[in-house]
């Protein structure tokens, strides 16, 4: 049962193209000294690559980043500690989002 259950799910996210690891389409986190980071590797890249931040709109301002992982924790079921959260929203609006350095 337990596995029939398992290959379901995979079955479900293999056919969104979202088995793949963060590797198999090259497409990796920008690197980055802020603690988000790392955390954001571990955390952002288990379903889909880094590509989904990339393609998000480069003026996209913090609450939109704060709202993006929080809805990948109530939607997605993302294995993500809370205290976890604040530090990869300040990577990702730092680093795709509004406050990217010019
Ligand atoms: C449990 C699996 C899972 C994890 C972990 C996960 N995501 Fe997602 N993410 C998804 C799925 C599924 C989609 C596609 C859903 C859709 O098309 O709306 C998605 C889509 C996205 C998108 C595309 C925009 C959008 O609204 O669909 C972005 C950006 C994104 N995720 C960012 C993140 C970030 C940042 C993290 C880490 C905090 C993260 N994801 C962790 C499952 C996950």
New binding site residues.
């Given amino acids: 049962m337990k596995i029939k259950t398992f290959l379901a799910s995979s079955l479900a ?1 293999a056919a ?1 193209g ?1 088995v793949t690891p963060a590797s198999a389409d090259g497409v990796q986190l920008k690197t980055s000294d802020l603690p988000g980071y790392e955390k ?1 590797q571990t ?6 690559s880094a590509e ?2 990339q ?2 709109p480069p003026t996209a301002p913090r609450p939109y ?1 704060d709202a ?2 929080k ?3 109530a ?6 500690d809370d205290a976890d ?1 604040p530090a ?1 929203v300040d990577y ?1 609006a730092r680093t ?1 989002g509004n406050e990217q350095p010019k």
């Fill in positions: 996210c969104l979202l954001a955390n952002c890249t288990a379903c889909h989904y931040m393609y998000q980043w993006m992982v809805r990948m924790k939607v997605f079921k993302a294995p993500l959260i990869i990702l795709y």
